[in-house]
């Protein structure tokens, strides 16, 4: 059965940091979420992203993040300067398109800031 | 704006009883509901969902949930726990006329089962 995957799968980066959290996605879907979840809460929407383009993103998702799809297979989630507060898992998701209903997750990336 | 909620942070229920995981939630249209379990640093995997149609929905691993639209509600059951179903459910709901709409999450319900 086909699935999400994401690199890598822990991240430990300094205070000011890029880092670049990777997802690829199930071929043949269309629509691509980043959700985060910091340790022992729920999980929150960051951005979906859809032909290329940021469809929706919450108010997490500051001008520190970006997302792309640079190669048309993986899907990116860039952190420009991480803080502290960034520390959280980081779960890439897809949809196969408009009318499907349930989203496929991957794994996960857990992003440490120290 | 959409909202769930999960009233028990713990759940605990010894093996071979029925469980239950409750949930309420909150949309201005009409919902697409889902439930996803999660497993120790394991990603969210789905277990089911209603749409439409029949108020319960059967799902993977032996789960069912009942939809409840007048009590807003989408309570997670199955009638016989195992041990290896101690993990995280989250319940999650989307606006049903929002397209692509990203989910929204409860924040989670750890159930414990105990041999």
């Known amino acids: 059965e086909p699935e999400v995957t994401q690199t890598p799968s822990h991240q430990v980066t300094q205070m000011g940091q890029e880092v670049i959290l990777r997802c690829v996605p199930i071929?043949?879907?269309?629509?691509f979420y980043w959700y985060r979840q910091i340790l022992g809460q729920k999980v929150e929407f960051l951005v979906s992203?859809?032909?290329?383009?940021?469809?929706?993103k919450s108010e997490i998702f500051d001008d520190q993040f970006s997302v792309e799809r640079p190669d048309g297979s993986n899907f990116t989630l860039k952190i420009r300067s991480t803080k502290l507060e960034d520390s959280a898992m980081y779960f890439c998701?897809?949809?196969?398109?408009?009318?499907?209903?349930?989203?496929?997750f991957g794994p996960g990336t857990r992003l440490t800031v120290t | 704006a959409q909202s769930v909620a999960q009233p028990e942070d713990q759940v605990n229920v010894a093996e071979g009883n029925p469980l239950t995981v409750k949930c309420t939630y909150s949309?201005?249209?009409?919902?697409?509901l889902f439930w996803y379990v999660q497993y120790p640093n394991r990603g969210l995997q789905f277990l089911l969902k209603?749409?439409?149609?029949?108020?319960l929905v059967k799902g993977s691993y032996g789960f069912e949930a009942e939809f409840n639209k007048s009590q807003t509600s989408f309570h997670l059951k199955k009638p016989s726990a195992l041990v290896s179903d101690s993990a995280l459910y989250f319940c999650?709901?989307?606006?049903?006329?929002?397209?692509?709409?990203?989910?929204?999450f409860g924040k989670g319900t750890r159930l414990s089962v105990i041999a």
């Open positions: 998701a897809t949809l196969r398109d408009f009318s499907s209903y349930e989203q496929y």
């Open positions: 071929s043949n879907h269309l629509y």
């Open positions: 992203f859809y032909n290329n383009e940021i469809s929706e």
């Open positions: 949309v201005s249209g009409n919902p697409y």
């Open positions: 209603y749409i439409t149609g029949d108020n």
């Open positions: 999650a709901v989307r606006d049903r006329h929002s397209g692509n709409t990203p989910l929204v």
